[in-house]
């Protein structure tokens, strides 16, 4: 148990639908990254929150947004859902950016999107 | 750019030590993590290891990390079949962390 929490487990949507993916961070925790993990592949970063600021972004269109709350939960928003958008969406948090003095991220189940 | 190498499979028996190689790229990273993924979850964190450290070992699991070459590798003594599972290797130098393609390790009974 990592403290970390996603919802929904699973979701089936059409291709040019949206879709809101969201994550329970533990209580502290200042930063939730998100990551794409296609199917075979490793996860891929998508962007990082830190105090509800994008903080950093990896190589996603602008379709992909998100929003952190105060009470250490976020969101993956995706609009004009693509067939290759297909994969397993995992949330990360820890108390600060990873990498900073041996932080270290926990990562949540994540939520297995399925674009029809 | 940024890029993390793993071969994709490897298979021991029962009981024999498993050796997982990795290389990457980022000369700036400072941390190093293994993490392991089963069937249908999320991902655990099994070690890290700093930029300024040559090894590290955690009960079964020692980590040597060679900077020169940027190469990482993960050894799991006397492998159990519930260490079956896939094996990422990442970097992080800054605000995100870069991920491996994973390893697929089968454990034969």
């Known amino acids: 148990e990592t403290g970390v929490t996603q919802s929904p487990t699973h979701l089936i949507k059409t291709r040019g639908q949206q879709v809101t993916l969201r994550c329970s961070s533990q209580s502290g925790h200042n930063t939730v990254s998100w990551y794409q993990q296609a199917l075979g592949q490793g996860p891929q970063f998508i962007f990082q929150?830190?105090?509800?600021?994008?903080?950093g972004r990896g190589n996603f269109p602008p379709r992909f947004s998100g929003l952190q709350f105060p009470n250490y939960s976020s969101e993956l928003n995706v609009n004009a859902l693509e067939l290759d958008d297909s994969a397993l969406y995992l949330c990360?948090?820890?108390?600060?950016?990873?990498?900073?003095?041996?932080?270290?991220?926990?990562f949540g189940p994540g939520t297995r999107l399925l674009v029809l | 750019g940024e890029d993390v190498e793993q071969s994709l499979f490897l298979s021991v028996r029962e009981g024999d030590s498993s050796v997982i190689n990795c290389t990457y790229t980022d000369s700036s990273s400072t941390y190093l993590y293994w993490y392991k993924q089963e069937p249908g979850a999320g991902l655990q964190l099994l070690t890290y290891i700093f930029s300024n450290m040559d090894m590290k070992q955690d009960q079964r699991l020692t980590v040597l990390l060679n900077k020169k070459d940027k190469h990482l590798s993960l050894r799991i003594a006397d492998t159990q079949t519930g260490d079956s599972a896939i094996y990422f290797c990442?970097?992080?130098?800054?605000?995100?962390?870069?991920f491996g393609a994973g390893t697929r390790l089968f454990v034969k009974a």
């Open positions: 990442a970097e992080t130098g800054g605000f995100k962390t870069i």
């Open positions: 990360a948090s820890s108390r600060e950016a990873p990498g900073t003095s041996g932080e270290t991220q926990y």
């Open positions: 929150y830190y105090r509800e600021e994008e903080n």
